[in-house]
């Protein structure tokens, strides 16, 4: 028994065009201009309606210590928002090692809707460390991150230089959370200090210019050791500017940003507390002025892919903490449902993006560079029926009331968006339909991924 999808527009991330297509034993068997369905068939009318591959979220922090999604309702959260990959952050306890801690995540991992891998964060170097990160790959771990901010997880030059090093030699990527966590702390003693505790300190103590001299010296080092190197979530111009200096050097760099960066700014911090504590993430939210410079930067391709950097902190006993003093607010945002639906208006409704753009950075993109493509991240032939049909002529309001994440609010509450999704398949199956969640939680598949491969730059849309 196949799944049809016909009359649709399929848009790849080089063209949109009108086909039929067809998805047998869970892949893509056949696109064609007319597909017949036989008895048995499930059809699909997607007339007037965009065919997208599905999208492929390579930052998310699901079943982290003290938020309230776990695999379970964050990967039903994603699906509804049209994500059909996860790729998630381990979270290192110290009383285990990193494969241990890998094994534990995989158990977590059980419970998920959709297909998912992981990154492991690896928060210290020694000797044994650098063995173990040897054994990531065969475990289908291909990307490490490291910190250069927050205090437990953070390490020096000269074990990000080692253990870039290690990550190179085994085809890894190496992600990296930049900004200057030695100096931030240094700002923030003086803030509290003086009795500045608002949230809008959150942002003046995380200063776009530590983002952008900490994303310089990881760009240097990876200059050095020539490892490919992710540098997650950039927020600002000033370390747009040093990302796109490092390239044209042709440092092996891949740069991401999150929605949040792209729609809301500083303002939000500066409402009243109790409001503005559940803005707090770092980087923090920044300019209007760092928006522009971050959709273009998109546009031309340094900017290669988007994560939603999903962190669902309750409101109560989470970032209410932070009132009258924003250290105590957990850093992170939710938002792992909202991708598509923002970046689509915000992106291709307002025009500062095209179609097959938001396709390259949302799905083909972060499938090439984190071992997934062709499997994930196109309408191929072979590859998997990951599908979004999103009705472009269609209008929601982002709200709390209908969401499907954990969380007791929205940061996007009351944003009214053009397009909406009507449809989500994986592997072939309707895992959502009409906004209900008809995929059963637990058929998710562990993804084992492929080593770094170099695509040809203009493959990842690098500038
Ligand atoms: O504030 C954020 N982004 N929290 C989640 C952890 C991280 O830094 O990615
Ligand atoms: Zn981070
Ligand atoms: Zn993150």
């Known amino acids: 028994m196949a799944t049809i999808v016909q009359n649709g527009i399929l848009v790849t991330a080089s063209d949109t065009f009108q086909a039929d297509l067809k998805i047998n ?3 893509i068997s056949m696109i064609s201009n ?3 369905g036989e008895k048995g068939d499930t059809i699909i009318n997607a007339a007037n309606k965009y065919v997208l591959p599905g999208l492929i979220d390579p930052h998310t922090h699901l079943a982290l210590n003290g938020t309230l999604d776990d695999f ?3 990967t039903k959260a994603a699906a509804s928002g049209g994500v059909t990959t996860i790729i998630n952050f381990t979270d290192p306890d110290n009383s285990q090692t ?8 995989k158990n977590k991992a059980k419970k998920s809707l959709i297909d998912y891998g992981f990154h492991s964060i690896i928060n210290k170097c020694n000797s044994d460390v650098l063995k173990e990160i040897s054994r990531l790959p065969e475990e289908g771990v291909t990307s490490i991150k490291l910190f250069t901010a927050y205090k437990e997880n953070m390490v020096n030059d000269d074990e990000i230089y080692l253990l870039m090093k290690a990550a190179k030699k085994e085809g890894m990527v190496t992600n990296v959370h930049a900004e200057n966590g030695r100096i931030i702390d240094q700002l923030i003693e003086e803030a509290l200090d003086r009795k500045n505790t608002k949230a809008i300190y959150h942002a003046y103590t995380r200063p ?4 952008a001299e900490a994303t310089a010296r990881v760009l240097r080092i990876a200059e050095i050791t020539e490892a490919p190197t ?3 979530h950039i927020s600002s111009e000033e370390a747009l500017t040093e990302f796109k200096r490092a390239k044209e050097r042709g440092v092996n760099a891949f740069g991401e940003t999150c929605p949040q960066y792209l729609v809301l700014d500083e303002n939000y911090l500066k409402k009243e507390d109790k409001e503005a504590v559940k803005y707090i993430c770092s980087p923090p939210l920044r300019t209007k002025r760092d928006q522009e410079a971050l959709w273009d930067k998109i546009k031309l391709g340094a900017i290669s892919t988007i994560g939603s950097d999903h962190a669902s902190h309750p409101y109560v006993d989470g970032k209410e903490k932070g009132v009258n003093n924003f250290t105590k607010a957990p850093n992170g945002l939710p938002g ?3 991708t598509l639906q923002l970046l689509y208006h915000y992106g291709v409704y307002e025009g500062r993006i095209t179609l097959p753009k938001l ?3 949302t799905s083909q993109n972060p499938a090439k560079i984190f071992g997934l493509y062709p499997r994930k991240g196109s309408l191929n032939i072979g590859s998997d029926g990951d599908i979004v049909i999103f009705d472009p002529n269609k209008s929601s309001v982002i709200t709390k009331e209908t969401q499907k994440q954990g969380t007791e609010y929205n940061v996007y509450e009351g944003m009214e968006v053009q397009g909406d999704i009507d449809f989500v398949l994986s592997r072939g199956e309707v895992i959502v339909m009409d906004k209900q969640i008809v995929g059963k939680t637990g058929r998710g598949k562990y993804l084992y991924r492929n080593r770094f491969c170099d695509w040809p730059r203009e493959e990842v849309g690098t500038e």
């Not at 990193?98 to 995540?105: A, T, V």
């Open 25 to 27: 034993n869970g892949k």
């Open 34 to 36: 007319h597909i017949n």
């Open 72 to 74: 379970e309702t964050g």
């Open 98 to 105: 990193f494969l241990e801690d890998l094994m534990e995540w």
């Open 208 to 211: 776009a210019s530590l983002e």
């Open 230 to 232: 992710y540098i997650v």
């Open 336 to 338: 792992i449902e909202s």
């Open 359 to 361: 396709v390259e950075i």
